[in-house]
């Protein structure tokens, strides 16, 4: 069994490790000095210097975003979202929920985000601009120069969802202005699911500490700033996933540090992008993120395929959801794979397209 999956991945035999070793409880010095020691690594890995600036929530990524929303913005503001795929929508969506005004900028398939279409919003007075910069949906990157830029001619606040660019392309919170980033621990970081990542710009924790509790309980974020100085946080954490977090961070040391990390998940992207495009598989034109790469069919079920790839090989690959289900499916570059198990992918791609054309 392989998982070319976007998240959870194909694991780390190192994480898996510290399951071996047992574990303090969380309300002790040891534990709040592990997580103070891994939210500094994580500091530098985003690319901010205010190190003390990030909490952690146990929840799934969506839960980040919809926290982040309600502890920054409400119905006084008024927001633009970039809307290029279900992961866009979804920020819409819980703007809706929550009662916050919001504008999306809404993309077809296959169609690049430029500058030509924030023309229109420019000058609006939009409080914040939403982007999830890597959609994952599509496998679209989108270009932070041109959004930061946008963001502060206009005098907006930038939140940016990096669930799936975070330790697959590079990120810089300070050099790119960033005010918000959201990331999670089953995507680039290739660890078990549940835990999510909030990091503040200084303006932004400003923001955050200046207004009324949030609406939900367990997510208001002031509590989470409060324990945060003592590795500490309101609610018992899924613990066990700051140990594997540890395992691959010590991971990423070892083989080289952050740019050898990326260079390997580039260097995956780029070979099997040639390969595919060798064979005359389609892939979007718009501009990629190295965590995945979407490959596009019109004569057989995209979403037939990936069945057909884990019933007949156990190889997992995401199809995609919505409109495009039986159209493209994405495969990862992210997690415990090598250039042989790509060979190998590859190889049953072909045997799977075959029998599927027949
Ligand atoms: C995976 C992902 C999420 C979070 O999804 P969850 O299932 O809630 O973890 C959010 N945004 C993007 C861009 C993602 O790739």
């Known amino acids: 069994m392989k998982l070319f999956t976007l998240g959870p991945v194909e694991i780390y035999p190192e994480t898996i490790s510290v399951y071996q070793k047992g574990f303090p409880h969380f309300r002790t010095s040891e534990y709040g000095n592990l997580v103070k020691s891994i939210l500094s690594r994580m500091a530098a890995l985003v690319g901010t210097e205010f190190k003390d600036n990030i909490i952690y929530l146990t929840a799934s990524g969506t839960a980040a975003m919809e926290a982040s929303l309600e502890n920054c913005f409400d119905e006084k503001d008024n927001l633009l979202v970039i809307n290029g795929g279900c992961f866009g929508h979804r920020f819409c969506e819980l703007c809706e929920h929550h009662g916050i005004p919001h504008d999306s900028v809404n993309l077809r398939w296959n169609e690049e985000l430029t500058a030509e279409h924030l023309v229109p919003y420019s000058g609006k007075g939009y409080t914040a601009l939403l982007v999830n910069l890597h959609e994952t949906f599509t496998g679209q990157l989108y270009d932070i120069k041109l959004l930061r830029a946008?963001?502060?001619?206009?005098?907006?606040?930038?939140?940016v969802d990096a669930i799936g660019t975070f330790l697959a392309d590079d990120y810089n919170m300070d050099e790119n202005g960033i005010d918000l980033t959201i990331f999670s621990s089953q995507k680039g970081l290739s660890c078990s699911p549940g835990l999510s990542f909030v990091v503040?710009?200084?303006?932004?924790?400003?923001?955050?500490?200046?207004?009324?509790?949030?609406?939900?309980?367990y997510f208001d974020f002031k509590d989470y700033l409060f324990s945060i100085p003592r590795g500490q946080t309101p609610y018992t954490p899924a613990l066990r996933i700051m140990y594997e977090i540890e395992a691959i961070l010590d991971l990423i040391d070892a083989s080289g540090g952050k740019d050898a990390w990326l260079l390997r998940i580039q260097k995956k992207a780029e070979y099997f992008r040639s390969c595919v495009k060798k064979w005359g598989y389609t892939i979007p034109s718009y501009s990629?993120?190295?965590?995945?790469?979407?490959?596009?069919?019109d004569d057989v079920s995209a979403y037939d395929l990936c069945v057909y790839?884990?019933?007949?090989y156990q190889l997992y690959i995401n199809p995609c959801g919505g409109d495009l289900a039986e159209k493209m499916f994405r495969i990862a570059h992210i997690g415990n794979t090598n250039m042989a198990d790509i060979d190998d992918l590859l190889e049953k791609l072909n045997y799977s397209l075959q029998a599927l054309r027949k």
């Not at 990629?288 to 069919?297: G, K």
């Not at 790839?309 to 007949?312: F, I, M, P, R, S």
């Open 200 to 217: 503040f710009s200084e303006r932004m924790l400003q923001r955050v500490n200046s207004r009324p509790t949030a609406v939900s309980r």
């Open 150 to 159: 946008f963001c502060r001619d206009n005098n907006m606040l930038l939140v």
């Open 288 to 297: 990629l993120s190295n965590m995945l790469t979407p490959i596009y069919f």
């Open 309 to 312: 790839l884990k019933e007949h």
